[in-house]
């Protein structure tokens, strides 16, 4: 069973950036696809990024797509995430998940961190 914690968040203003981190312990990170996910009160969680094991293969969700950039590290176990260009409408909890079935967008993925909040504000 892999254990995720994320880092990064924090306050930005429009136009900024950010980089989160999700360092994976236990388990062969490798062996896992790992996504990017944020949530705001009162909404659905959504999925914003995805990559693929090895071949390092990467999804958006068409609100981040050109502006954000998810990438891993095998050798230190950790799934980070890009985030330029912010506005107010990026602000919510972003989660990093890992899956072992299958990977992408709309996958279903078996473990998840505590979450990391993003506020882009003025």
């Known amino acids: 069973q892999v254990q995720l914690v994320e880092s990064g968040g924090g306050l930005v203003q429009p136009g900024g950036s950010l980089r989160l981190s999700c360092a994976a312990s236990g388990g062969t990170f490798s062996g896992y696809a790992m996504g990017w996910f944020r949530q705001t009160p009162g909404k659905e969680r959504e999925s914003v990024a995805a990559i693929s094991w090895i071949t390092s293969h990467v999804q958006y969700a068409d609100a981040v797509k050109g502006r954000f950039t998810i990438s891993r590290d095998n050798a230190k176990n950790t799934v980070s995430l890009q985030m330029n260009s912010l506005s107010p409408s990026d602000t919510a909890i972003y989660y990093c998940?890992?899956?072992?079935?299958?990977?992408?967008?709309?996958?279903?993925?078996?473990?998840w961190g505590q979450g990391t909040q993003v506020t882009v504000s003025a």
């Open positions: 998940a890992a899956g072992t079935t299958t990977w992408g967008l709309h996958a279903k993925y078996d473990y």
